[in-house]
């Protein structure tokens, strides 16, 4: 019985612990005999929750929703004391769904904003903007479309306490731009990374070099435990780090020459809506009005 106990007191020691500290703060070196199962020290080891409050108390609310057809995350963001509200890429047909959900979490949404002029899907931020008396639409002013807020770098969206910081990422399109929250726990990429991957350059002013450099230089630099939430993903992922996208993403740990060749030989074919979604993308999607 004692040597059961034994074993059993590291495991319980871990548990205690646990019940005794906030997920955000680093695991201890060492709690007990038997408990390292990685090469990595746990000294470098974060816990980070994921779910819809970040820090309890702290960080904003976080929703991430989905549009089936397009493969599109939209992404709910809010301060819970002011009840002040960010939409980012919201979808035409899924503007019911997202009304409804502020409505019954009581939020009042500020601002819808668009990471680029999407080519596979119209955004819903002119039939929110018709419905909701004082929302106001953003997008980059390199987008070349129109939207009450044209976004350059360093550019705050405020709702409460909170804010989002724009990074300027062109090279999937001229006017991507990064969301990244004001403690740099997430960044909303839009098209310019996507997890495992990243997105093509072969039409609306693509360029690997630019896409490439402005990964680099403007997500990869963010801190490594950085949260990654791209606009699509086509395999049921639903979020990644920047660590891991440094370490791990097909592409991007390429050389800049292979990244290039590799984006020029991907013969996707062309988006289905994109004669469609553009040109509406580009009046922020009113285009029947």
């Known amino acids: 019985m004692c040597s059961v106990v034994n074993r059993l007191k590291p495991a319980l020691a871990y548990r205690l612990w646990l019940q005794t500290t906030r997920y955000s ?31 309890l108390g702290k960080g904003p609310f976080f929703r991430q929703l989905f ?19 960010v939409l980012i890429d919201p979808v035409l047909e899924t503007v019911d769904r997202d009304l409804k959900l502020v409505e019954e979490l009581g939020f009042n949404l500020k601002v819808a904003v668009n990471t680029h002029c999407h080519a596979d899907h119209i955004t819903g931020t002119g039939q929110l903007k018709n419905r909701l008396f004082g929302m106001k639409s953003a997008i ?78 403007k997500i990869f630099t963010l801190p490594p435990q950085c949260l990654v939430f791209p606009a699509h993903d086509y395999k049921g992922q639903t979020a990644s780090t920047v660590g891991e996208e440094r370490r791990f993403n097909p592409r991007l740990t390429k050389s800049v020459e292979e990244f290039m060749d590799i984006m020029t030989n991907l013969n996707l074919p062309k988006p289905a809506k994109i004669d469609i979604a553009v040109p509406a993308n580009l009046v922020c999607g009113l285009h029947e009005v």
């Open 25 to 55: 703060r680093k695991v201890p070196a060492h709690i007990g005999p038997g408990l390292r199962i990685s090469k990595q020290p746990l000294e470098s080891v974060i816990i980070r929750p994921y779910c819809s409050r970040m820090e």
């Open 67 to 85: 549009e089936s057809v397009s493969s599109t995350y939209t992404y709910l963001l809010a301060d819970t004391e002011s009840r002040e509200a």
């Open 140 to 217: 980059s002013k390199h987008s070349g479309a129109s939207a009450d807020i044209l976004l350059s770098e360093g550019d705050k969206i405020s709702f409460g306490k909170h804010y989002l910081t724009v990074r300027e990422t062109p090279g999937h399109t001229d006017g991507c731009v990064t969301l990244v929250t004001g403690d740099q726990s997430m960044a909303f990429t839009g098209d310019t990374l996507l997890i495992r991957g990243c997105g093509r350059t072969d039409f609306q002013q693509g360029c690997s070099r630019r896409l490439y450099e402005s990964i680099h230089q």
